[in-house]
């Protein structure tokens, strides 16, 4: 069953609604601190120096569902959403002196290059006090003024579900994909856990290209991964990078037209590792560690949409253009 657009919004007004002049002040302090601190210990680079780090950048405010039509206007592109879209549209983008992606199970390979094709289930754990003091600071003050980011700070957040959309930014003249948006959000509250924008690239210190995923927040948030295949055929995403231009966590501000402020946050790391279970079931298993600490771990099962007992028939449906905003304002029951 599906919500309409305007009763969402409505939640999520409510949601949004000021919590006082404190909270507001505190929320406004971190984030001002934290691009403080970008401003004054991240290097300047000059964009047409180093390409890597260009992306779109969020400005304050609401980032929310609407960031992908935001980022297509900006560029004069288009957005759809492809029954069999991918997050890598060709998995093969991503071989290297040290990565080989014919060694991965094809199960794997077929998810990234068509995820829109599969449901998933999340469960979600948190760690330590440390941790859970962490994503509540950030969730608290920072993610919900924004609608990004909304890490599910108690499992139950995620108990009725996760919806997955993958939007694709395209060239209406060529159909040529420029990017690829994948959303995540609570079907419990509509909150945004995830809205990020997908590409593999080449970066200075790693040997084989890298998935970076970008979350526009005040500026952006980058994210590269390194890719590992296992001998079991399992596929990891790394980004315990050691050291600037390697892969890892970068947040990245503008510092005048033809500079940006970088800087690599080496305390913070993801791994990603996507798996077929003994039942042939597609699992992934993802953690996030910060300074040495596990603080949050979530699990997911992705289960191809044909194979599940009644699925709708709305998410094999070929969404056009001009059907985009309103579709990933609603909630899929």
Not at 55 to 78: N, S
Not at 200 to 217: L, S, Y
Request: glycine residues 10%.
């Amino acid at each position: 069953m599906m919500q309409k657009p305007e009763q969402v919004n409505s939640v999520r007004e409510g949601e949004r609604a000021p919590r006082g002049a404190l909270h507001g002040a505190f929320a406004a302090l971190l984030e001002l601190g934290i691009e403080w601190m970008v401003r004054t210990t991240g290097r300047r680079i000059r964009r047409s120096d180093a390409p890597w780090p260009t992306c779109f950048l969020g400005e304050p405010g609401l980032i929310g569902t609407g960031i992908y039509q935001r980022i297509a206007d900006q560029d004069q592109l288009k957005l759809r959403m492809p029954q069999t879209a991918g997050l890598i549209p060709d998995f093969g983008a991503l071989r290297g002196p040290m990565f080989d992606p014919g060694a991965v199970d094809s199960r794997i390979r077929h998810f990234y290059e068509h995820a829109a094709e599969y449901h998933l289930e999340v469960w979600s754990e948190v760690y330590y006090f440390v941790g859970r003091f962490f994503l509540w600071l950030l969730v608290e003050f920072l993610s919900r003024r924004m609608d990004q980011l909304n890490f599910p700070i108690s499992s139950l957040e995620l108990a009725k579900g996760m919806t997955s959309e993958i939007v694709q930014r395209y060239e209406p003249a060529t159909q040529r994909v420029v990017s690829t948006g994948w959303l995540r959000r609570m079907k419990s509250t509509g909150r945004v856990i995830y809205a990020g924008i997908y590409s593999t690239i080449r970066i200075p210190h790693e040997e084989n290209p890298c998935v970076k995923v970008t979350f526009p927040c005040r500026g952006s948030a980058n994210v590269y991964l390194r890719p590992v295949s296992r001998a079991d055929g399992s596929f990891e995403l790394d980004s315990s990078g050691s050291g600037f231009g390697k892969s890892g966590f970068y947040r990245l501000v503008e510092s005048g037209p033809k500079h940006w402020r970088v800087r690599n946050f080496t305390t913070l790391h993801e791994l990603f590792r996507v798996y077929v279970d003994p039942e042939g079931v597609l699992r992934t298993d993802h953690k996030i560690s910060f300074v040495g600490l596990t603080i949050l771990r979530l699990h997911y099962k992705m289960t191809p949409l044909g194979e599940r007992s009644g699925a709708s028939s709305e998410a094999a449906e070929d969404f056009p253009a001009g059907h985009v905003v309103s579709r990933i304002r609603t909630l899929r029951g």
